[in-house]
């Protein structure tokens, strides 16, 4: 439960970004390929739980928009690699799109012999051009394994009560960034284990993620997340 926890704040907070493409998309996410960042989760004490470490690798034209490729390795509080890989984040003029299966610790099936893993309603959709105020859809996927046509497990991650709240200067030890602040609320579920919270991110353009603080349904401050390097 701890391990899923850790993936879930440190994907949530790498996720929810988008990218700018000169034609199509003008959103918050480094623009230069080979740039690197670093956001550093915390417990509500302020100890630190885990890491993630993440480098632009490619922009991509597609149909209607940019495709970007993100590899991120996400480590313990002692730096000690818990898992790789990449995430896929697409873009249109109007919105970015991200992928909410990434989200989920798939790779804990690796190498479990015939499973399968699949997902439903895998993209959560952001505005290129946040207004304050403005509400955004609600968004839920689902990923459920089967081992040689069995169903193992099914867990489901829910948003909902999405909105922009405003505008906020926010410092971090990488430096002082204008960002976009968001709000939502939180649901996980699975056949052991249901949870729920608040979160509120902060995000700013040609950077992603900023700062991150997760709330349990009492309004008590479970877990922060801070960009602590930035290299474009």
């Known amino acids: 439960m701890k391990s899923f926890k850790i993936f879930l704040y440190v994907a949530t907070a790498i996720l929810l970004v988008a990218f700018k493409s000169n034609n199509t998309c003008d959103s918050f996410f480094p623009q230069n390929v080979g740039a690197k960042w670093e956001l550093t989760?915390?417990?509500?004490?302020?100890?630190?739980?885990?890491?993630?470490?993440?480098?632009?690798?490619?922009?991509?034209?597609?149909?209607?928009?940019?495709?970007?490729?993100?590899?991120?390795?996400?480590?313990?509080?002692?730096e000690k690699s818990m898992s790789k890989g990449e995430v896929i984040l697409r873009c249109t003029n109007d919105n970015f799109y991200m992928d909410m299966s990434n989200m989920f610790p798939k790779d804990q099936m690796a190498g479990v012999e015939g499973a399968e893993i699949e997902m439903t309603n895998e993209f959560m959709e952001f505005p290129s051009n946040p207004v304050a105020g403005q509400t955004l859809p609600d968004a839920e996927s689902t990923m459920t394994v089967k081992v040689n046509g069995v169903q193992m497990m099914s867990t489901s991650i829910k948003s909902t009560n999405r909105k922009i709240e405003g505008f906020e200067d926010v410092t971090t030890p990488a430096g002082t960034y204008h960002c976009v602040k968001y709000s939502s609320d939180t649901e996980v579920k699975s056949m052991m284990f249901k949870s729920k919270g608040h979160s509120v991110m902060y995000m700013a353009k040609n950077v992603g993620?900023?700062?991150?603080?997760?709330f349990d349904e009492k309004g008590k401050l479970q877990s922060k997340m801070l960009l602590t390097s930035f290299s474009n």
């Open 41 to 78: 989760s915390y417990n509500d004490k302020d100890k630190v739980v885990s890491k993630s470490r993440s480098e632009l690798m490619s922009v991509n034209d597609i149909d209607g928009g940019l495709e970007a490729v993100v590899g991120i390795e996400t480590l313990d509080d002692k």
């Open 209 to 214: 993620t900023v700062k991150m603080e997760s």
